[in-house]
């Protein structure tokens, strides 16, 4: 007995229809999808775990009490999650300035009056990974992401100014 390519209720070799088969298909490639998307390995290159690589908080408009109890050497964390990030091994501090617009349209950068900005350079051991920093491989450490930090004396928030790894 012969069975014909598609027979008189629309499938092939008696089996499964169109339908059927695109079906599979798009669940097919659905999959595919998901598994390149969250389980397959990226091509590049991984540092070991225990890089050092260095980062530059600037906490804006700060007081002056603030500014002056970020020192050199105190230990920092994440103050949502008690993560540590790192030590300072660098401050630096000068007055605030804020855009402010004229009446004519224009802006200009002023001072604010009894205000400071604070760069903390920040050295940590951690991971580098495809491009993405991680302060003791697991706190992720991303330029412009504001961040909540703390030290034994300090509790103030600031951005991500800039990173760079050391190797």
Do not use: C
Not at 54 to 80: C, F, H, N, W
Not at 116 to 132: A, K
């Amino acid at each position: 007995m012969k069975r014909k390519f598609i027979d008189e209720k629309g499938r092939f070799f008696g089996v499964a229809s169109i339908i059927d088969i695109v079906v599979v298909a798009v669940v097919i490639v659905l999959a595919a999808a998901v598994y390149m998307r969250f389980f397959a390995n990226e091509e590049s290159v991984t540092e070991a775990a225990g890089s050092t690589f260095t980062y530059e908080i600037k906490a804006r408009a700060v007081r002056q009490e603030v500014a002056d109890m970020i020192k050199v050497g105190d230990q920092l964390y994440d103050e949502e999650n008690r993560y540590y990030i790192g030590d300072v091994v660098n401050v630096s501090v000068e007055p605030a300035v804020q855009q402010m617009v004229l009446s004519d349209g224009t802006y200009v950068n002023a001072p604010v009056e009894n205000r400071y900005d604070v760069y903390i350079e920040v050295e940590t051991q951690g991971l580098i990974s495809n491009g993405r920093y991680y302060a003791e491989r697991s706190y992720e450490v991303s330029v412009n992401e504001g961040i909540q930090f703390l030290s034994k004396y300090v509790s103030t928030s600031g951005v991500i100014w800039s990173i760079e790894g050391l190797g």
